[in-house]
């Protein structure tokens, strides 16, 4: 059963943002709530797609195993952030693991009615075109990030893109444990804690815990790029 609440949020997700009450409760009409545990899995790789999500509160981490079980960190999903879209139109089985990284509250919305608003809502439509495409174009980065960049620009730009425009002196707030997000940047944990040691030796950053401050994000920007 959604609450007011949930309703609030998901009006805040970019997907959802252009949809009016009606609209929006037509297309709820069939969605539904649930809550995990922090590491509680949602759904496994080849598992049948029926349903993608919208993260209300926490945050969800999708991954894959290697043959010998290690984990690769796919994508880090924050709440107000949708996931699994891409089967709407695929269908088949999710191509990923998906699990929590903190307690989370989630909407699972179903592949057929969605499918079925979609085709009476052209806005609906491009909205789900966009939100795509925007995980597509950031997914080709990753891939141009692994294969060119060290590991001091791939952290560095992961701080610069958590930052967005705050410009000097933003903080940010790791949304996940430093090996999740090493795993996500395809680098080793303590590779990940000595790029960070050595931006903070060059007060290029101020690290306490899982908040970082960038006090001049323009000479980050430089570090990185003078760093190819």
């Known amino acids: 059963m959604l609450k007011d609440i949930d309703l609030q949020l998901l ?28 590491g509680e899995q949602l759904f496994a790789e080849g598992e049948p797609a ?19 079980g290690n984990e690769k960190v796919i994508e880090l999903i924050q709440a107000g952030e ?25 909407i699972r919305i ?22 795509i495409s925007m995980r597509l174009h950031q997914l080709v980065n990753d891939v141009r990030a692994l294969s060119l960049e ?15 425009e705050a410009g000097a002196g933003s903080e940010v707030l790791l949304p996940a444990q430093k090996h999740v997000i090493a795993s996500r940047l395809g680098i080793k944990p303590e590779t990940f804690s000595r790029v960070l040691t050595g ?14 401050r960038l006090p001049d994000a323009a000479a980050l920007r430089r570090w990185r790029d003078n760093h190819r």
């Open 82 to 106: 949708t996931f699994a879209e891409a089967v709407v139109f695929l269908g088949g089985r999710y191509p990923v693991h998906a699990a929590a990284l903190s307690p989370a509250r989630l």
């Open 199 to 212: 931006l903070r030796e060059q007060n290029l950053i101020d690290l306490e815990g899982q908040h970082i």
């Open 110 to 131: 179903d592949n057929t009615e969605f499918v079925r608003a979609l085709r009476s809502n052209n806005n609906l439509a491009m909205k789900m075109l966009a939100s």
């Open 50 to 68: 029926q349903a993608f999500y919208v993260v209300i509160e926490g945050s969800m981490r999708l991954y894959k195993l290697s043959a010998e």
């Open 150 to 164: 060290s590991a001091g620009q791939r952290v560095a730009g992961y701080l610069l893109e958590l930052a967005g």
């Open 11 to 38: 009006r805040k997700a970019p997907l959802f943002s252009s949809l009016g009450p009606q609209e929006l409760g037509q297309l709820l009409d069939s969605a539904s709530a649930l809550s995990l545990q922090a």
